[in-house]
């Protein structure tokens, strides 16, 4: 069936270093793909999406890209900072439901 | 703009006992799906209803229900309460059905406990 692998965490990362959280999917169709995000203390909500093949996602410095011959949607940053302290989850959107992956824990350290 | 809202924040039950959650869309918003998440998990999908009608069901027991009303708020019941039900349960409305890439907007979810 239609599911979302996401890398494990957590993640410990120093403020301006790289991120890459990996994701990857298996779906019939074509799917939409998302990133949401879990701030500490707060609900989910989108950080970006993508909803065909070769699409980029971007928001706040994130960026992803729709993959469809890798089937993969991994998350980048190029410098994060503490403020981006959160837990990523990765989904998959195809019919009428949501796939939501294990989530991604990132602490980002002064 | 009010976003999601869901009531009740916390509940403690007990096994065997039924629960109701409530939700409340965003104004506009003809959606509305339900998640169970577990600690430490992704959110697992339970229904979709659009226009009050059921359009997708994950893998969740008949002891699971949902409907929507003619204001699109919507209600999850969840009888003969089992321990393992213990999980954050979250509502996310849209202003369309679950798909075409259409973004999903959470309310910040009911915790209950079953004890």
């Known amino acids: 069936g239609d599911s979302v692998t996401q890398m494990e965490g957590p993640v410990t990362l120093s403020e301006e270093a790289f991120l890459t959280i990996n994701c990857t999917y298996t779906?019939?169709?074509?799917?939409?793909l998302f990133w949401y995000v879990q701030y500490p203390g707060e609900g989910l909500q989108l950080l970006l999406k993508a909803t065909k093949a070769d699409d980029k996602g971007s928001n706040k410095g994130f960026e992803a890209t729709y993959r469809k011959e890798t089937t993969s949607f991994h998350l980048e940053k190029g410098s994060v900072q503490v403020s981006d302290s959160a837990v990523y989850f990765c989904?998959?959107?195809?019919?009428?439901?949501?796939?939501f992956g294990t989530g991604t824990s990132l602490t980002v350290i002064p | 703009d009010a976003g999601v809202t869901q009531s009740p924040t916390h509940l403690i039950k007990t096994r065997g006992q039924h629960v109701t959650l409530r939700c409340s869309p965003i104004?506009?918003?003809?959606?509305v799906s339900w998640y169970q998440q577990v600690l430490g998990q992704g959110p697992q999908f339970i229904f979709q209803?659009?226009?009050?009608?059921?359009?997708g069901r994950g893998n969740f027991p008949d002891r699971f229900s949902a409907r929507q009303f003619p204001n699109y708020s919507s209600e999850l019941n969840v009888n003969a309460l089992l321990l393992g039900d213990s999980a954050l349960y979250l509502c996310?409305?849209?202003?369309?059905?679950?798909?075409?890439?259409?973004?999903?907007?959470f309310g910040e979810g009911s915790w209950l406990t079953v004890v």
């Open positions: 779906a019939t169709g074509y799917p939409s």
């Open positions: 209803y659009y226009e009050k009608e059921e359009r």
């Open positions: 104004s506009g918003h003809k959606s």
């Open positions: 989904a998959l959107n195809t019919g009428n439901q949501f796939y």
């Open positions: 996310a409305s849209s202003f369309r059905g679950l798909n075409s890439g259409n973004t999903i907007y």
